[in-house]
């Protein structure tokens, strides 16, 4: 699943031809072959077309990651406009952060394009003030090792789903973190007002230290209980001392449930205003509270000293 999935902008947006079908349909207009092109002797042209979408699709991107080289942050903390950049700067949470560019995807600070609006051309130079709003990594539990090759990418998409202990992170933080407290708001909002047509009642029975909620009452199409439900979730919540919720997460009442899907989602207020959530499979469920100890160190871990810098993106 990919990490930002439920935070994206998916509003409608063209792209550029990418195969070479869209780009003989692009470069002539119909399915009809001129007799140059039936000659062969429109070749030149559609080499030059790929080779310039292929530099417009590395621009654009270039000009989304929002890294820096390691001599500039260090100097100055803010980053070059060079591509391929080693770091990605900027402020998450109220904490100035230095993040090694392999170990993230889906970086996007605030005011950058979305989905479906056009690409900026004049990148802002990212500096330690530059306000994250997002980004995702992934990590493999216990040892936290982080994604950060296309080995260990393959390793991950290769591992078996009843078996894998490999974490999928995003984060969210500036204009997207919202108001203090979001994973309470969220649980209250669930546990209120149901999810779909679930409605949740709680266990007597706590399960790894956490309160369980399932899905309440009977499903009148089928007969059968809503927690039978292909698409039903049980809610596990933690409280702190003052009856906050701390913890949420959401688990898939699959068949298989050592493979069935959950969503942990924790912030690590009052230090970082920081909203994470981790998804992995149900059988580790068990771990929930070392996987949320280890991956907030990890996010922690990115923060670096404080470097003067007036100008804030």
């Known amino acids: 699943m990919n990490h930002l999935s439920q935070v994206t902008n998916t509003k409608a947006f063209s792209r ?13 207009g119909s399915r009809q072959r001129t007799k ?50 080693a770091y990605v700067v900027g402020d998450l949470g109220g904490r100035p952060v230095r993040i090694p560019s392999s170990y993230v995807s889906l970086v996007e600070y605030e005011g950058d394009p979305t989905w479906g609006e056009a690409t900026r051309l004049d990148r802002p ?23 950060t090759t296309d080995e260990l990418r393959n390793r991950k998409a290769a591992a078996p789903l009843r078996t894998t202990n490999w974490l999928s992170v ?49 499903d009148a199409s089928t007969g059968k209980p809503y927690r039978d439900h292909r698409d039903a979730e049980t809610l596990y919540v933690n409280r702190d001392n003052s009856g906050q919720v701390d913890v949420l997460i959401q688990c898939a009442n699959r068949p298989n449930l050592e493979a069935a899907p959950c969503k942990h989602q924790f912030s690590l207020e009052p230090e970082m205003k920081v909203l994470v959530y981790v998804h992995y499979r149900r059988g580790m469920l068990s771990e929930w509270a070392s996987i949320q100890r280890s991956v907030s160190k990890q996010i922690v871990e990115f923060t670096v000293p404080s470097i003067s810098d007036p100008v804030r993106k």
């Not at 195969?19 to 470069?27: G, K, Y």
């Open 16 to 28: 550029p031809p990418t195969s070479p079908h869209e780009i003989d349909r692009a470069c002539f």
């Open 36 to 85: 140059a092109h039936q000659t062969g002797r429109a070749w030149p042209y559609l080499v030059l077309v790929v080779v310039l979408i292929s530099a417009l699709v590395s621009f654009g991107y270039s000009r989304r990651i929002g890294s820096t080289d390691a001599g500039d942050e260090k100097a100055a903390g803010v980053e070059s406009r060079d591509a391929g950049a």
């Open 125 to 147: 130079q990212r500096s330690q003030s530059s306000r994250l709003t997002s980004f995702g990594l992934d990590m493999l539990y216990p040892e936290m090792t982080v994604a």
């Open 170 to 218: 995003g984060v969210l933080s500036g204009d997207r973190f919202g108001l203090p407290g979001p994973v309470n708001r969220i649980a209250t909002a669930y546990l209120k007002d149901g999810i779909g047509v679930f409605r949740f009642e709680p266990s007597a029975t706590p399960l790894y230290g956490l309160t369980v909620y399932s899905p309440a009452g009977t």
